[in-house]
């Protein structure tokens, strides 16, 4: 069978674990340089998996596709005009309604995409837990739970991003009413879809620790132990 080559454009907001994930994904050292007529630095990776030759873009932290910083111009530009073949969106799933509105920017560019919900074993020691089948269906893309950290999910990852370059992803819907939409209903869809998805995809487990006070009325009011 001949190899075949994925390359992977990877994207986040800031301080998603990026690079720690690309770390677990390959073990493989990291290329450092710069993008063309810019200072930023531009990351690359390249490892085998199975019968697949992967390189990994790592793409400056950004918050959205918009032009106001440096970062953000080097992202848009790169996923509207430059050769690869799906994205790779890292999500921190204990800050996930933040990182959503990236991703709202990113579906619109209908490409192949895989969401990495990193940080998941963070989330549920915060009692944060994240339905991923049911994102999958809202975004229409699959998300994967990982933790780059702990490097669990990473095998499930990989499969994944194999299965979306081989398959014929569905494009996402777009969810503007308007045809011609203003930037500020822009904004109030994007906001609107996701404050939705985060409510119907996240569930977050109160404690029901007792207070010390409550911990001690328990006693002195009990039937037997009580005064």
Same mark, same amino acid.
């Given at each position: *069978?001949?190899?075949? #080559?994925? @390359?992977?454009?990877?994207?986040?907001?800031?301080?998603?674990?990026?690079?720690?994930?690309?770390?677990?994904?390959?073990?493989?050292?990291?290329?450092?340089?710069?993008?063309?007529?810019?200072?930023?630095? @531009?990351?690359?990776?390249?490892?085998?998996?199975?019968?697949?030759?992967?390189?990994?873009?790592?793409?400056?932290?950004?918050?959205?596709?918009?032009?106001?910083?440096?970062?953000?111009?080097?992202?848009?530009?790169?996923?509207?005009?430059?050769?690869?073949?799906?994205?790779?969106?890292?999500?921190?799933?204990?800050?996930?309604?933040? #990182?959503? =509105?990236?991703?709202?920017?990113?579906?619109?560019? !209908?490409?192949?995409?895989?969401?990495?919900?990193?940080?998941?074993?963070?989330?549920?020691?915060?009692?944060?837990?994240?339905?991923?089948?049911?994102?999958?269906?809202?975004?229409?893309?699959?998300?994967?739970?990982?933790?780059?950290?702990?490097?669990?999910?990473?095998?499930?990852? =990989?499969?994944?991003?194999?299965?979306?370059?081989?398959? #014929?992803?569905?494009?996402?819907?777009?969810?503007?009413? !308007?045809?011609?939409?203003?930037?500020?209903?822009?904004?109030?869809?994007?906001?609107?879809?996701? @404050?939705?998805?985060?409510?119907?995809?996240?569930?977050?487990?109160?404690?029901?620790?007792?207070?010390?006070?409550?911990?001690?009325?328990?006693?002195? *009011?009990?039937?037997?132990?009580?005064?």
């Amino acid at each position: *069978m001949k190899t075949k #080559n994925i @390359k992977i454009a990877l994207v986040g907001q800031p301080n998603v674990g990026k690079s720690m994930l690309i770390n677990s994904i390959s073990n493989s050292k990291l290329k450092v340089g710069n993008f063309s007529g810019v200072t930023v630095e @531009k990351k690359e990776v390249n490892f085998k998996y199975k019968d697949f030759n992967i390189q990994i873009i790592d793409l400056p932290g950004t918050y959205s596709l918009s032009n106001y910083s440096i970062e953000e111009k080097i992202v848009k530009n790169f996923l509207k005009n430059e050769s690869y073949d799906i994205i790779l969106n890292v999500l921190d799933s204990t800050n996930l309604q933040r #990182n959503l =509105l990236l991703t709202s920017d990113i579906l619109e560019l !209908n490409k192949k995409i895989v969401i990495a919900l990193n940080m998941s074993d963070e989330a549920e020691k915060e009692n944060i837990f994240i339905d991923n089948k049911k994102l999958s269906s809202y975004l229409k893309k699959p998300c994967v739970k990982v933790s780059a950290m702990q490097k669990k999910g990473i095998t499930e990852l =990989l499969d994944t991003i194999i299965k979306s370059y081989l398959d #014929n992803q569905e494009i996402f819907n777009q969810f503007y009413i !308007n045809p011609n939409p203003s930037h500020d209903e822009i904004l109030n869809q994007k906001f609107a879809f996701v @404050k939705k998805i985060s409510q119907d995809c996240i569930v977050i487990k109160k404690e029901n620790k007792k207070s010390f006070t409550e911990k001690i009325d328990s006693i002195l *009011m009990h039937n037997f132990f009580g005064l």
